[in-house]
Each structure stands twice: as C-alpha cells, then as structure tokens.
C-alpha cells in the first residue's frame, strides 16, 4: 500500500501566503491610501467597485456585534476555536485540493483575529456595488479567502458524493 502524501506544507503555505496579503492590503488602505479620511467617499477603482473604510466589530453579515471590550474577547477567543478547529481539520485532511481550501479559511480567519486582537475591530474595505444594490456587505480579503475556501469545500463535497453515489449505483 502506497504512503499518503502529506499536503500539510501546501495548506501552511496557503494560509500563510493568504495571512501576509491579508496584512498587507489592509496596512496599504490603513496608511499609505488614508482609507479612514476619507470617509464615504472611499476610492473608487471601477464603476462597480471601490475602496470604502469600515470597522467591522462583527462578525460575518454584522451579526455578533462586539459593543464591548469583554464581547470583542469572547469573540477573539470564539473565532479562535474556529481557526484552531480548522487548523487541525487541515492538519488531517488527505486531500490536496480540500488542505488548500483549508488553507484558505485559516489564513482568512487569522487575519481577522490579527487585526481585532490589535485594533479591537476588522479592517474591511471592498466595496462591490452595482449602483446601489450591493450583493455583499463591504468585506476584505480575508473575508473572500474564507468564503472561496469555503465554496472550494462544499463544491468537493457535493461533487465528490454525486460521484460515489454514480459508481455505487452501477
């Protein structure tokens, strides 16, 4: 029987390539755009997007809003869990494909915990729009690494089971 091969260094360099970007952006749109004076003007970079500033002192949607400094720690320390609960799932996972959506989502979720544990809020700062309707609220980039990652997941799961299901059925 042949030994697995081991895709943890390609989930670690996902996440960890996902965490740096991450960090980047929101420093560039922090401090050398200025991002927060500009208020709601923001920068638009094509008709339907733009750079907009927002602390996010939620969660996912604005859901869990984190008024004080006890709910901002029980927040930190619950999206903690998550990305520890992720980071072991990746850690055992033996598909290649599922370890880098994995990667995705740890990246993702430790960029934001970086950036609530430091500043006591998520730095968000896309803004996808289509006039006035908008099918997101304003996110990051980390927010789209956790969703993609979290898609790529679903998607394997949905197709990989219709497959099984095909060749049991034959």
Not at 87 to 115: P, S, T, Y
């Amino acid at each position: 029987m042949p030994t697995p091969i081991n895709h943890r260094p390609l989930g670690l360099t996902v996440a960890i390539v996902t965490l740096m970007f991450d960090q980047l952006v929101k420093y560039t749109v922090t401090y050398p755009l200025a991002l927060k004076s500009r208020m709601d003007d923001g920068i638009e970079i094509l008709p339907i997007f733009r750079l907009r500033w927002l602390e996010n002192r939620g969660v996912s949607m604005g859901f869990f809003h984190a008024d004080t400094n006890m709910m901002r720690w029980i927040l930190v320390g619950m999206t903690m869990l998550i990305a520890g609960f992720v980071g072991v799932w990746m850690w055992r996972e033996k598909a290649r494909q599922d370890v880098a959506a994995l990667g995705l989502v740890l990246g993702g979720a430790i960029g934001n915990i970086a950036d609530r544990v430091r500043l006591g809020y998520v730095v968000d700062y896309a803004d996808l729009h289509f006039g006035e309707w908008r099918p997101f609220l304003i996110f990051n980039l980390a927010d789209a690494a956790i969703t993609f990652g979290v898609l790529i997941l679903l998607a394997r799961a949905l197709l990989l089971r219709e497959k099984g299901a095909k060749r049991r059925r034959l």
